[in-house]
């Protein structure tokens, strides 16, 4: 197999608790989505509901990436470079 070198992701939720920070997944994402490093996106669900789901602006792509949600491949699911966290979160705070 070819090994891809790519930067080490994580979800913002896990990325908070691991460095400590108190400050829930969803206050972090109304932050970053002041920044203008992540926006809110809608899609229909089968039944008509709209659902909301976050993800990464062409502009926060120095942070992270979007990825396909598991649970439904019409939502991304954003993840962050561990190696560029701290960065990231002191804009948060």
């Not at 691991?18 to 997944?25: D, F, I, N, T």
């Not at 932050?31 to 789901?53: C, D, N, Q």
């Not at 992270?64 to 470079?81: A, K, S, V």
Request: hydrophobic content about 40%.
């Amino acid at each position: 197999p070819v090994y891809v070198d790519e930067p080490l992701v994580r979800s913002l939720t896990g990325l908070l608790k691991e460095h400590g920070v108190l400050l829930s997944a969803v206050a972090a994402y109304q932050k970053l989505e002041a920044l203008g490093i992540v926006e809110r996106l809608t899609r229909i669900g089968s039944k008509g509901a709209v659902k909301k789901f976050w993800s990464i602006t062409p502009a926060g792509l120095r942070y992270g990436r979007n990825e396909n949600h598991p649970n439904n491949p019409r939502e991304t699911q954003p993840l962050f470079y561990v190696h560029l966290f701290a960065g990231l979160l002191s804009k948060l705070q």
